[in-house]
């Protein structure tokens, strides 16, 4: 599989695994197995952050890292806190309440878990808090070193003079090897606006519905959500026999099949951000392994074909892609 070099030199693979499904929707067994499932197919990068899985997913992904030591990289992030134990078990009651209702409205799946798990999860983005959130999440991985330390959905101002000092000192003790930014498009832009000289690392949603490439000079990219925030959109578009003939046509494959569109919008992905990461996340293992395929057998042309086409219609068929929350 494809590497990379992470800010801070750590080698890795430029698909890396979302952990945000794991333990708050699945067993401790499932998650592992998911985890093992991604290892195995050659996934090397694997993203959390302390409030994913209901606040669990960091220690199950330090149980199986502890098997892998020097042989993976690990990103954790810092600012949306753990919920804590009371909170997290409202959580749990509002994931049982509304799994009847997503399983007759699978769209509405992202959405509703939103719309839960931000309640009451306000940011904080001292001093004493990133300390302490660093420790934890330490000791969570069961590692002595995060490779990326990214503050969560951060805007400009919420990097204090204090807070960049405790991150450089975090680098140079060896605690972490760089930090950055992990936000919407939004404010990821502003930040580089206004200050490109900290934007070392830069996490954000991207798909082929969105107008500009992940291109921001001097910065490691990491991208996420390349189908989940737009495969149904691009389904509708190619609903039109007419397109899908005209598509199918210029890309060269036949795009009335699902899997064919899944793969080339996963593939642009990868083409678009050629030096960095891209995260993917499922708890469907054949899913895991069919990604990893695409990165082990990309075949470019075809992809940017693929990208031209779609490009060409984007303003006609109102495809950009509207600024949604960070997730991954």
Known sequence: MNTVTLPGGSPTTRLGFGCSSLAGGLSTRESDRLLRVAFDVGVRHFDVAPSYGLGSAES????????H???????????IPRPNPGRRA????????????????PGMKSRLLKVVQATGSGKIF???????SLEVSLRNLRCERINLFLLHEAAADDLTDDLHRVLE???ARGLIGAW?????????????????????VLQFEWSILDERLPDYSGAFVITHRSLSSSYARMTQALSDPLRQRAWSEAVGVDLGDPRTL???MLASAFVANPYGIVLVSSKNSKRIQDNAAIMHGLQEEPVRRFMAAVAAERATLSLASP????SG
């Open 90 to 105: 409202a959580l749990q009651t509002a994931r049982a309440l509304l799994k009847p209702i997503v399983a007759r409205l």
């Open 169 to 171: 000192d975090s680098v």
């Open 60 to 67: 199950v992904l330090g149980s199986f890292l502890a098997q």
């Open 180 to 200: 950055g930014f992990g936000s919407t498009r939004a404010l990821i832009d502003r930040i580089f606006e206004l200050r490109p000289a900290i934007c070392s």
């Open 126 to 132: 001292g001093v004493r808090e990133l300390q302490l």
């Open 262 to 264: 899944g793969r080339l």
């Open 69 to 79: 030591k020097n042989s993976v990289t690990v990103t954790t992030k810092f600012g």
């Open 323 to 326: 600024q949604s929350a960070f």
